[in-house]
């Protein structure tokens, strides 16, 4: 009876093992043809978007940026001379107001200045990218100075509006972003009208 066993078991076991290796090389297939799929449809919807907020500092002192990206090109629009400083002025004088033939020591103090810009980015790889942008800005400037005649008074340090003037023209820049793989990145750039600045990015595909 043994030998009739152990006959049993010698020819049921070689089948029995190439049975689950044919399941696990099935299930194995399986898991391939899914990833296939997966990264068939990935690189079918492989368009790059995203958010990013930027926030520097320059000669109009402190800028921000808010913009979108698609495939290889953006928009953003952004502001500066946040925290211009204005000196105490004064809009009448006695004896005559200030005029651009009496005034001397003319300065320029910013004001908001609006920006827009276009942006072409290029995918260096999958971690680093550079972009570089073109738009128009526009600001109002404070035009203050000194009155010629005050030069040997007492009121010689007092500062006169003599108007406003329109400060606009072509704004440009450029820079370089790196992507991490949860969605964020970082980038550092150079806007014209914004100054140097630090950038954060959501993207997604």
């Not at 520097?56 to 400083?85: D, H, M, P, Q």
């Not at 005559?96 to 003319?106: C, K, M, R, S």
């Not at 329109?166 to 370089?176: A, D, E, H, R």
Request: aromatic share 18%; net charge negative.
């Amino acid at each position: 009876m043994k030998k009739y066993f152990y006959l049993f078991l010698l020819l049921v076991i070689p089948f029995a093992s190439q049975a689950v290796q044919a399941q696990s090389k099935s299930e194995d297939n399986e898991q391939i043809d899914a990833i296939e799929d997966q990264e068939k449809e990935y690189q079918g919807n492989d368009i790059f978007k995203s958010i990013f907020l930027d926030a520097g500092y320059g000669t109009n002192k402190f800028g921000f940026g808010l913009g979108v990206r698609y495939w290889n090109l953006g928009f953003s629009f952004g502001l500066a001379g946040i925290g211009e400083s204005i000196p105490h002025y004064f809009t009448y004088r006695e004896g005559g107001n200030i005029t651009p033939e009496t005034a001397v020591d003319i300065e320029k103090y910013s004001s908001i200045h609006v920006t827009t810009d276009l942006y072409y980015f290029h995918d260096i790889n999958d971690q680093f990218t550079v972009f570089g942008n073109i738009g128009y800005g526009v600001g109002t400037d404070s035009v203050l100075a000194h009155h010629k005649d005050d030069q040997s008074t007492a009121n010689k340090n007092r500062l006169y509006a003599i108007g406003t003037e329109t400060n606009s023209g072509i704004t440009f820049g450029l820079g370089v972003q790196y992507f991490l793989e949860e969605w964020v990145g970082f980038g550092i750039g150079y806007h014209s009208r914004r100054g140097v600045y630090a950038q954060f990015n959501y993207f997604w595909f």
